[in-house]
């Protein structure tokens, strides 16, 4: 007799509305069949009103994991059995993880963005003084993350104060970073120290692709490392004016790659190919 075969995948998958242009499953699958592994990557449609029960059948198929997106990352917390601490910060999960019967929520987005700062960005975040240009989901994430990661300052620029106040006493609250809000008024002059200045809003994503913040891009210096979290396209008009003024920069495809890898690891255990991940998600998008 032959080894007995196995012809059952273990499932993850993706939540949320809409979905269907969401590449998270050519990048995860990639990963799967690099190393070898029977997992299929599901992309799901769950309206709001259907969360709960989307929940339940995930504990019912024992799905291994899912990821969270608009609009689920805070709705779901209340359906889980735990929640990791800086999400729980956050006040946001993009990742859940199946631990025998408890579900966990984690949050990556965050520390995507940490991880392709420190390897691609080549700066470690500990003692930098941070502009943040938003104070939406995505910024929330990076915002709690740097705070943690030891960075001295982070002034959160945003349009709507009562939004940009809340994130600052997240971070001044739960961390020993200080953190300060600026209006976002008028166009915004980027201070000489800083060292770090990030486009956490969706401006410049696609469609959009010519939109750009409104700040005064001669303040940006060479000294500085400008990073934009829109991943499509990677070269949005702000990083192009960055390097213009000689200041390196980072694109928002290292980010949506190291958040699917380390959600990746937390599903399977195994060290996300990482290489072939990025290497897929950039075909999709150039195709």
Known sequence: MGEARNYQAELVGLFGTPVAENPSVVMQEAGFRALGLNWRYITI???????????????????????????????????????????????????????????????????????????????????????????????????????????????????TEKRGAALVDIVNKHTKTKASLVPWKATYKVPSDVDVLVNATSIGFSPDVNARPDLAFDTITEN????????????????????????RTLDGQGMIVYQGAIGFKLWTGREAPVEVMKEALEKTMRS
Do not use: W
């Open 45 to 159: 449609e769950v309206l709001p009103e259907d969360l709960e029960d989307a929940i339940i059948g995930m504990r019912a198929f024992r799905m291994r994991g899912a990821n969270l997106t608009m609009p689920h990352k805070t709705s779901v917390l209340q359906y889980l059995d735990e929640v990791a601490t800086d999400a729980q910060i956050m006040g946001a999960v993009n990742t859940v993880v199946r631990k025998e019967n408890r579900l966990v929520g984690e949050n990556t987005d965050g520390k995507g963005f940490l991880t392709a700062l420190r390897r691609e960005g080549g700066i470690d975040p500990a003692g930098k003084r941070i502009a943040l240009l938003g104070a939406g989901g995505a910024a929330r994430a990076i915002a709690v993350e740097l705070a943690l990661a030891g960075a001295a300052h982070i002034i959160v620029v945003n349009r």
């Open 224 to 247: 500085m490392i400008v990073c934009d979290v829109v991943p499509n396209p990677p070269q949005t008009p702000f990083l192009k004016e960055a390097r213009k003024r000689g200041a």
